[in-house]
């Protein structure tokens, strides 16, 4: 398994499905980035992808990217900087995570009033007690379910009783359970933490997730993907620097498994 093998898989549903649809917003906030499509029978579509963490001064092609086909952006998946893989992802997502996408429409919607964002640990903590567990990805107020599972957390940027990314190799392969935050394909660590998590009931997770099924050819047994709910509150709060702030009215959780 490669991070060549995955943008493959994605590169080629991403094509299959892109039909005629093409650009028509793109917003690259402080948090996230959204990609907004137009389809041939009027409707649109969006998807995200976690913001790079530095973004240059200069960047060539902004402000020409409306209009263009989305198969051409989504081939930004392979690209070398992180700001166009970014938009790549997003289109990618945008493309298929639509209402056409009957994997999506059929998941199960997760609902976590005052913490949405963190749905998925809510809706899989009754199975974690007395488990190994590991999660990929830093969760604001994830430390509320300390009380029902223990976990360690692995952060590219760790704080207070987080692990640095060098300690997946030794965690992942001891966990019974790994929670995989889905900007792990935007930074290109995905393919190695899917490797480490081969033996653990693995879930992949967050707003960056294609829900494609093909991602049980990559060891992954749960996806948690968004749908977005309210579009223009989506755009409204990533241009404003939200974070968090998306979950509940303006995309929501759903949960399904790859039998």
């Known amino acids: 398994m490669n991070n060549i093998a995955i943008h493959a898989m994605l590169q080629s549903?991403?094509?299959e499905q892109a039909g005629d649809a093409h650009i028509t917003r793109v917003l690259m906030g402080i948090n996230w980035t959204?990609?907004?499509?137009?389809w041939g029978d009027g409707s649109c579509s969006q998807?995200?992808?976690f913001?790079?963490?530095a973004i240059p001064r200069h960047i060539p092609w902004a402000g020409s990217?409306?209009?263009?086909h989305a198969s051409e952006l989504a081939g930004w998946l392979t690209m070398d900087d992180s700001a166009s893989v970014t938009v790549g992802i997003a289109t990618c997502n945008a493309i298929l995570n639509g209402p056409h996408n009957s994997l999506l429409q059929s998941a199960t919607e997760l609902l976590m009033p005052g913490q949405p964002h963190l749905a998925v640990f809510s809706h899989f903590a009754p199975q974690l007690a007395g488990k190994k567990v590991a999660i990929i990805g830093r969760y604001p107020q994830l430390d509320s379910f300390r009380e029902q599972f223990s976990f360690d957390c692995i952060e590219k940027r760790p704080g207070p009783g987080d692990h640095p990314e060098e300690a997946a190799g030794t965690l992942l392969p001891e966990a019974d359970w790994v929670f995989i935050t889905a900007s792990a394909l935007a930074n290109g660590t995905l393919a190695r933490l899917l490797q480490w998590s081969a033996n653990a009931t693995t879930v992949l997770m967050g707003p960056t997730l294609p829900c494609v099924a093909e991602w049980?050819?990559?060891g992954v047994d749960y996806l948690a993907p968004v749908q977005v709910h309210a579009p223009g509150l989506l755009f409204d709060i990533v241009a404003e620097a939200g974070g968090t702030l998306i979950f509940?009215?303006?995309v929501g959780y759903r949960v399904l498994p790859l039998a």
Do not use: T
Request: glycine residues 16%.
């Open 248 to 250: 509940g009215n303006a």
């Open 13 to 15: 549903k991403a094509m």
């Open 47 to 49: 998807g995200l992808c």
């Open 65 to 68: 990217l409306r209009g263009r």
């Open 216 to 218: 049980r050819n990559f």
């Open 34 to 38: 959204v990609v907004e499509l137009g």
């Open 51 to 53: 913001s790079p963490v």
